[in-house]
């Protein structure tokens, strides 16, 4: 298991580096991350590498027995860069450029910036390939998808559409340009789509298809030369969990292991959906564990600094990455920089360099994952409830979502928030992946819905799964056009329902009424769609004069399984959870434990192992019902009925 910290030895005295050194051995750190901004402290200029402050540090390191992620710095371009090369600086939709000077400021179809990109890559590459401590490689720095409006770039997207659809006739019926007479008769008339929404949403959504694959074919440059140096170094990059900008699912490809940044600190104390949604997700990129490789050791801000971990916190933090699937964790960062941007971007030593509060729970923590060690050794989760994310449908969904107030992420949060309360282990899904291990599948707000996905939706339904689908599904084609189809279209078998009409809620919501386990009023507000249930039944309704004849939630019995499908958003949080327990029971799923408020429980299983994680969020005790006779890793102690947890406790229970 390898635990650490981010370190930049080039921001330090080199004085200093041994004593850094000493004080990570000393606080059971074996790993540490370098270089990812220091591209001009190992190319000063062009062509002339200087590699030699990296062998003082990396020789350092190793004298503790502390291993190195080296990365490829191509996140901030030198000065000299953007002076000699002035194209590769990103350009705005008003024709200016980038300022050079914060990072992320370049053009990904720059010649000039691959070229020099692959260039230093491979210089290190070559130059640390034998270096005994550097085990591995993180490409570049946050991939962001932003997006660069110059000639280069507007040449290579009709290059990208060409590649997608052959020939303009293709082209036009696909995107749809014989509305507002839009057809190009040329491919130099593909011109990149307004930023402002106002475009053709079929043309933005392969615009948001290209701004990804610019950042995938540029990571795959960096991978291809860093196996040909480097074959027995691992190669990964830090995602950014929910960040909509990149689909994760293709930038996982050509890496080993995802690896990915984790910042959950807000207001007060709580237990982070989102973080625990995230490492889900990553987890699914590749189908295997993740390493955290930044995660929250402080206040952290740019202008302004957050609150600090309690104490315990930082511990909860960590506990829940590896509860989803975490092999190895990394704190952001070994000390808190006196100088730049990130100032107030703390990290485990304060500004002043000293081992306080904050490198004591640091200590801590990584001497209670070495107790773990041997025991989550060849686990991993292993769910029976799968969410399908899609990539496709957020981006149309970000440009015509329909109702108002829709959100895809959002929308997919609603319902994983009840399973994660639940108790209820979740894999991510992309399109297209084998439903069949799954007892239950979500798939919130899946627009984009090409023929082959439906007829294995159906498939799976008919063998036996439970599906649940809502609002805005199967809306479009891959292309982004609408069907031709009364909704849901192809999916109709497995839901037995039809919409044929529906509309956004404004004001005071329409009033729901529910019966059997979804019992209760409730308040549909946002958008409804006008369900009419053929032959799904209807288990809840709306009270609302005009809207009674219609379903709010049915379920279809299909084959030996079932189709569910809800038509409105809910104003309670009552609603998702009576719903979530209503799908839960139809897929017969039955629980380990079910947490109390502010306690997360989580299951890692493998080589006959089970592994129960239990995680107090709250700065309050709290007592939850745990399967008793299991054996609790950290004290030894053999559990009873009811387990107690202190403030931000944490237990690992082996069943």
Not at 90 to 107: E, I, L, P, S, Y
Not at 217 to 234: D, K, S, T, W
Not at 323 to 351: K, N, P
Not at 531 to 536: L, P, Q, W
Request: charged residues 25%; hydrophobic residues 40%.
């Amino acid at each position: 298991m390898y635990i650490g910290a981010d370190y930049y030895p080039e921001h330090w005295e080199k004085s200093r580096w041994e004593t850094d050194a000493k004080l990570m051995k000393r606080a059971g750190f074996n790993i540490t991350r370098l270089a990812e901004f220091a591209w001009v402290m190992m190319e000063p200029a062009e062509g002339c590498f200087e590699f030699g402050w990296l062998d003082e540090a990396l020789a350092v390191l190793a004298r503790h027995g502390i291993s190195a992620i080296l990365c490829t710095p191509t996140a901030v371009a030198p000065a000299w860069v953007a002076r000699k090369y002035p194209e590769i600086l990103r350009q705005n939709q008003d024709g200016t450029r980038a300022f050079w000077g914060v990072r992320k400021d370049q053009c990904y179809t720059s010649g000039a910036y691959r070229m020099l990109s692959q260039r230093i890559t491979s210089a290190m590459a070559s130059h640390f390939a034998r270096t005994p401590n550097v085990i591995g490689w993180q490409t570049d720095n946050e991939f962001d998808g932003r997006c660069c409006y110059c000639e280069s770039c507007r040449k290579e997207f009709q290059d990208f559409l060409r590649g997608r659809y052959g020939t303009l006739d293709n082209l036009n019926r696909a995107m749809g340009k014989h509305f507002w007479g839009h057809y190009a008769t040329t491919w130099d008339e593909v011109e990149i789509p307004a930023g402002d929404g106002s475009h053709n949403p079929s043309v933005g959504l392969e615009w948001k298809r290209f701004n990804s694959y610019l950042n995938v074919r540029f990571q795959r440059e960096q991978v291809r030369i860093l196996r040909h140096i480097c074959p027995h170094h691992f190669v990964t990059h830090n995602f950014m969990g929910l960040y909509p900008r990149v689909d994760y699912f293709d930038l996982a490809e050509d890496l080993d292991h995802v690896s990915w940044d984790n910042y959950p600190i807000g207001g007060r104390p709580y237990l982070s959906v989102a973080a625990a949604a995230a490492a889900d997700l990553m987890r699914g990129c590749k189908k295997k564990n993740v390493w955290i490789i930044e995660s929250t050791s402080g206040p952290h801000g740019w202008g302004t600094y957050g609150r600090n971990p309690r104490d315990g916190e930082m511990r909860t933090f960590a506990f829940q990455q590896f509860a989803h699937g975490c092999d190895h964790y990394v704190w952001f960062r070994w000390r808190a920089c006196t100088a730049g941007r990130e100032q107030y971007w703390h990290g485990i030593l304060g500004h002043d360099g000293r081992p306080l509060r904050r490198y004591r729970q640091a200590t801590q923590i990584a001497k209670q994952l070495r107790k773990l060690e041997k025991h989550l050794a060849g686990t991993t989760v292993k769910a029976r409830v799968a969410i399908v994310y899609d990539y496709d449908s957020l981006w149309a969904v970000e440009m015509q979502g329909g109702y108002q107030g829709n959100d895809y992420v959002k929308g997919m949060l609603r319902y994983y928030e009840p399973l994660l309360r639940a108790g209820v282990n979740v894999d991510f899904l992309k399109p297209g992946d084998d439903l069949s291990g799954y007892k239950l599948v979500l798939a919130p707000c899946l627009y984009i819905m090409p023929d082959g996905l439906a007829k294995r939706i159906n498939d799976y339904v008919r063998a036996g799964g439970v599906f649940f689908c809502d609002q805005r599904t199967g809306v479009k084609d891959s292309s982004g056009l609408c069907h031709e189809r009364t909704l849901p279209g192809l999916l109709s078998p497995a839901l037995g329902i039809e919409i044929q009409e529906y509309e956004s809620v404004y004001e005071a919501g329409y009033k729901m009424i529910g019966s059997g386990g979804l019992a209760g009023e409730f308040t549909a507000h946002m958008g409804a769609d006008w369900v009419i249930a053929r032959k799904a039944k209807a288990l809840v309704g709306y009270s609302d004069s005009h809207m009674k004849k219609f379903a709010a939630v049915t379920r279809n019995a299909f084959g030996r399984g079932a189709g569910w499908y809800c038509g409105t958003v809910a104003k309670e949080p009552a609603f998702y959870e009576a719903l979530i327990a209503a799908l839960l029971k139809d897929a017969r799923i039955r629980l380990i434990c079910r947490p109390v408020e502010g306690v997360e429980v989580s299951v890692r299983q493998g080589r006959g192992k089970r592994l129960l994680f239990v995680i107090n969020y709250t700065e309050e005790k709290k007592s939850i019902t745990v399967p008793a006779g299991g054996r609790e890793l950290l004290t030894g102690k053999t559990t009873g009925k009811t387990m107690k947890l202190a403030r931000f406790g944490v237990a690992v229970i082996r069943l």
